[in-house]
């Protein structure tokens, strides 16, 4: 593979193995998160944008050897753990306050043999690292990214935002919004969400003629 998967999930959001759909856009994703064997010096970034399913990946990855998992924000500058399999999420967010703490845990893992996978919206070449040895050692990382949705994914996605909330829309508008919307993961969210607290808001159906007004305004 050429140098170059958040906590805040809403309530009964599926994020089991067997919810995770693969398409062209995150198929290499998911198939190095499956063998973390394959990753040079055993450590990987899952690289995508908001809402593409890096955390979900992660969680699966974390149901796969019960890693632990911390969140780059929350990490204590004297963070230490035994743990052989660790997951850092939203590394973009790393305090410069805890850079030497995660120095310290890549290097840890390293000689001992230990697994690291990291998530973030972006490369390690774009994070603002101040700490010259940790900068050079994430840019040595594997990256490996989800790409923008392509039909597929898109289809699926819409569909899961609205399980997750425990609604089955008809084929015809999750067509619709396929055509109408950006093709991102943040749109997706974004006019599902909308969708939802309209009906919510004025009692009438999740349906094309919904979605259409709230598209043309």
Same mark, same amino acid.
Request: one cysteine or more; proline letters at 6%; glycine letters at 4%.
């Given at each position: 593979?050429?140098?170059?998967?958040?906590?805040? +999930?809403?309530?009964?959001?599926?994020?089991?193995?067997?919810?995770?759909?693969?398409?062209? %856009?995150?198929?290499?994703?998911?198939?190095?998160?499956?063998?973390?064997?394959?990753?040079?010096?055993?450590?990987?970034?899952? =690289?995508?944008?908001?809402?593409?399913?890096?955390?979900?990946?992660?969680?699966?990855?974390?149901?796969?050897?019960?890693?632990?998992?911390?969140?780059?924000?929350?990490? =204590?500058?004297?963070?230490?753990?035994? %743990?052989?399999?660790?997951?850092?999420?939203?590394?973009?967010?790393?305090?410069?306050?805890?850079?030497?703490?995660?120095?310290?845990?890549?290097?840890?893992?390293?000689?001992?043999?230990?697994?690291?996978?990291?998530?973030?919206?972006?490369?390690?070449?774009? +994070?603002?690292?101040?700490?010259?040895?940790?900068?050079?050692?994430?840019?040595?990382?594997?990256?490996?990214?989800?790409?923008?949705?392509?039909? %597929?994914?898109?289809?699926?996605?819409?569909?899961?935002?609205?399980?997750?909330?425990?609604?089955?829309?008809?084929?015809?508008?999750?067509?619709?919004?396929?055509?109408?919307?950006?093709?991102?993961?943040?749109?997706?969210?974004?006019?599902?969400?909308?969708?939802?607290d309209a009906a919510l808001t004025t009692g009438r159906k999740i349906n094309k003629a919904?979605?259409?007004?709230?598209?043309?305004?």
């Amino acid at each position: 593979m050429a140098d170059q998967l958040t906590f805040n +999930w809403p309530t009964g959001v599926a994020l089991g193995p067997n919810d995770f759909f693969v398409s062209g %856009a995150n198929a290499q994703a998911f198939a190095m998160l499956t063998a973390p064997q394959s990753w040079p010096d055993r450590k990987l970034v899952v =690289a995508g944008p908001k809402g593409c399913g890096k955390s979900h990946l992660a969680r699966i990855f974390q149901i796969q050897t019960d890693a632990l998992t911390v969140d780059a924000g929350s990490l =204590a500058p004297d963070f230490q753990t035994d %743990a052989k399999f660790v997951i850092v999420e939203d590394m973009e967010n790393l305090p410069q306050a805890s850079e030497e703490a995660m120095f310290h845990l890549h290097n840890h893992l390293r000689n001992t043999g230990g697994t690291l996978l990291m998530t973030a919206q972006t490369a390690p070449t774009r +994070w603002s690292i101040a700490l010259p040895d940790l900068a050079s050692r994430m840019q040595a990382t594997t990256v490996t990214q989800i790409d923008n949705p392509d039909d %597929a994914l898109l289809s699926a996605l819409i569909m899961k935002l609205f399980s997750d909330r425990q609604m089955m829309p008809k084929p015809a508008l999750v067509q619709y919004l396929m055509t109408r919307i950006e093709r991102s993961f943040a749109a997706a969210a974004d006019i599902v969400n909308q969708l939802d607290d309209a009906a919510l808001t004025t009692g009438r159906k999740i349906n094309k003629a919904l979605a259409a007004d709230l598209l043309d305004n």
